[in-house]
């Protein structure tokens, strides 16, 4: 499970072999057997005694701003592998393998969003005819994808594009069967202008960690980026794969709404936009950690969510080192 602190002024620290989570009269002991990583949040406070606890027991600290994007992370400083498969990461990026890596994974991307808005045109008939042409538009953009030859150097431009025309067709599409109360116009970031985009943001920025972390034990560099390119600080190769599993978020955010449980209460609003509360929080990471314990199945056999993005990068891994 994941501990996630989003109440101001929380209390964790280490009680014997558990955490212990104090806010106000309130307290919790969770054993440290049952936590794979601790979000945190809001303001709130952490010993060094907790600290070092989750480090001996490899629980990864994560800490979220104030649109869920993480902005930092305690983690124990070992490499999660042998240093060769970041020797071949790199050497990767300039061949036909760092090619094919990441024209494949936006093309899973895109086979994950076909297959999303087939299930929702299978169960909604009554929007069958606003998702067709879309979905046949992205289908298209997919063999695009899948016919593009060369490298990255050359192609890189290339495959963002038919990404990003893919991505336009695909919210579009996600728009149109939205009831008229919180349909919305496009992606938008810090902030959100609307409750979908609002609950995505902080959705995705759960999921970069759970990606980043996955990167680090698997023995791969985050900022060592094939798509996305290097910039100071930027993790880009966890913005490359992150791609793959951003379906899952997405499946959530619309199934929240098709269960009604999407109301205004969930969202304050600021300047420009809108941001996620306390009771939206929580009720979007319950909902995130139902998705990542669903079993799919996974190179033949069923597999949580949540362990397929670490045997997707150890997969990665492996073929580096080949």
């Known amino acids: 499970m994941q501990l996630v602190i989003n109440t101001r002024g929380a209390y964790l620290k280490k009680e014997k072999n558990c955490f212990l989570v104090k806010n106000d009269d309130k307290s919790l002991e969770i054993s440290a057997d049952k936590v794979d990583s601790i979000l945190i949040s809001t303001s709130a406070t952490i010993t060094t005694d907790a600290i070092e606890f989750a480090v001996e027991n490899n629980i990864d600290i994560v ?101 990003g025309m893919a991505s336009l067709t695909y919210f579009d599409a996600l728009s149109s069967i939205m009831p008229d109360a919180w349909k919305f116009n496009g992606r938008s970031r810090d902030p959100a202008h609307d409750a979908f985009n609002c609950l995505l943001n902080y959705g995705y920025g759960v999921l970069y960690s759970q990606v980043e972390k996955a990167c680090i034990i698997a023995g791969l560099d985050p900022y ?46 600021i300047p420009g936009g809108l941001y996620l509360n306390k009771e939206g929080k929580s009720v979007l990471i319950s909902a995130i950690n139902d998705t990542f314990d669903r079993e799919i199945e996974y190179n033949g056999r069923n597999v949580k969510i949540r362990n397929t993005i670490q045997m997707v990068c150890h997969s990665i891994a492996n073929s580096l080192i080949k």
């Open 224 to 269: 060592m980026g094939f798509l996305h390119t290097d910039n100071y600080n930027k993790r880009s190769f966890v913005f490359d794969l992150i791609e793959i599993f951003r379906v899952h978020i997405d499946r959530t955010v619309i199934n929240l709404f098709s269960k009604k449980q999407v109301h205004e209460g969930l969202f304050d609003k």
């Open 63 to 163: 800490f979220l701003d104030y649109n869920g994007n993480p902005f930092g992370r305690v983690w124990h400083s070992r490499l999660g592998s042998t240093t060769l498969i970041r020797r071949r990461q790199l050497e990767a990026e300039a061949s036909a393998v760092g090619f094919n890596l990441a024209r494949g994974w936006i093309v899973q991307k895109l086979e994950n969003q076909l297959e999303f808005l087939k299930d929702l045109k299978k169960n909604r008939p009554d929007d069958k005819d606003v998702l067709e042409p879309r979905i046949a538009k992205m289908a298209q953009l997919k063999e695009d994808l899948m016919g593009m030859k060369g490298s990255l150097e050359e192609k890189r431009g290339s495959i963002m594009g038919t990404e």
